[in-house]
């Protein structure tokens, strides 16, 4: 199923499950907040090919090695 949001198309299913993939790793964020870096995950195009719970996965290491490396 495809939603408009701003212009812009995208899967909402795929843009929940990454959502709530990214509310588990902060539980206390606010949710609007999760749910724009949810979409902005889905308009990556090499991270909307993976499943979006490993997208999202994908992108929390790739800021955790972001981090470490500071």
Do not use: F
């Not at 909402?12 to 993939?21: G, M």
């Not at 999760?34 to 990556?44: G, R």
């Not at 996965?57 to 090695?65: P, T, V």
Request: charged share 30%; proline share 4%.
């Amino acid at each position: 199923m495809m939603d408009r949001d701003t212009g812009k198309l995208y899967d909402v299913q795929w843009v929940a499950q990454c959502a709530h993939r990214l509310r588990e790793r902060w539980p206390h964020a606010d949710i609007t907040s999760i749910d724009e870096a949810a979409v902005e995950l889905w308009e990556n195009e090499a991270l909307r090919a993976l499943p979006p719970v490993q997208a999202a996965e994908a992108w929390l290491l790739r800021g955790s090695a972001k981090r470490d490396a500071w």
